[in-house]
């Protein structure tokens, strides 16, 4: 059965690598009936659909340069506008600096914004990653410890060799984490100053779906309206 929000919400969602924003935010998405709208689609969007927007993103892309916040933002607000988010929206991947998340508030004036942040600490992240398995040929996902396969390194559904993804190292997840915390933390004291921020802890035992439980039951919280 799906819910829907009594007041529209843009609900963010913070968290590291690995936490599994990438797993809750489609599921949420369908249960609330709103769109979700990663940053990284709207810019491939624009880019593909050669807009105003996405031509100017593309000069800085072009260059190797970051695109500026004032179009990062100008994107998301358009999208923002469009009907299909007038019950609200997922926001995934923005926004990524403080200066980002004042515009947002100041632009956004008819819904409550919401953050939720993903908590596990690195160690688990760490433990997480780069324990995981993949199968190249049919995609299957395993972890050495908490779901190997049955026999070492062999997938259970398609007997191939299983592989640690390059990107699964902890030198690789060491920098991502840093650059996450650098990004994330302050965004986190942003929004919990403001009671707009909801803790899930993901690394104890809770599965799947206690987490999902968790994160709709704080979105039916009573939170302080954005003025
Ligand atoms: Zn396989």
């Keep these: 059965m799906n819910a829907s929000l009594e ?4 609900i963010i969602l913070l968290g590291p690598p690995g936490a599994g ?13 709103v769109p979700h709208i990663s940053t990284g689609d709207l810019f491939r969007y624009h880019l593909k659909e050669k807009t105003t927007l996405g031509e100017i993103a593309d000069k800085y892309i072009q260059k190797g340069e970051l695109v500026p916040d004032d179009i990062v933002i ?6 923002l506008s469009e009907s299909d988010c007038k019950n609200g929206c997922i926001l995934d991947g923005f926004p990524r600096t403080t200066f980002q998340a004042v515009s947002l508030e100041s632009k956004v004036t008819d819904k409550i914004i919401k953050a939720i942040y993903f908590k596990a600490s690195d160690e688990i992240l760490f433990e997480r ?12 996902v395993y972890h050495k410890s908490f779901f190997p396969p049955k026999e070492q390194d062999i997938c259970d559904k398609c007997q191939s060799t ?3 993804r390059k990107d699964d190292t902890k030198e690789v997840l060491k920098k991502r984490l840093e650059v996450y915390h650098l990004q994330t933390d302050p965004l986190i004291h942003f929004y919990d100053k403001k009671n707009a921020l909801t803790e899930i802890n993901v690394e104890n035992t809770n599965s799947l779906e206690d987490i999902f439980q968790d994160i709709l039951f704080s979105l039916k919280e009573t939170t302080l309206s954005p003025s």
Aim: with cysteine; glycine share 6%; net charge positive.
């Design 7 to 10: 007041t529209p919400q843009v």
């Design 162 to 164: 299983l592989f640690q």
């Design 74 to 79: 100008d994107m998301v607000i358009d999208r």
């Design 21 to 33: 924003k990438g797993t809750h935010a489609p599921k949420l998405s369908q249960h609330l009936q």
């Design 129 to 140: 990653i780069t324990g995981r398995l993949c199968c190249k040929e049919c995609n299957a």
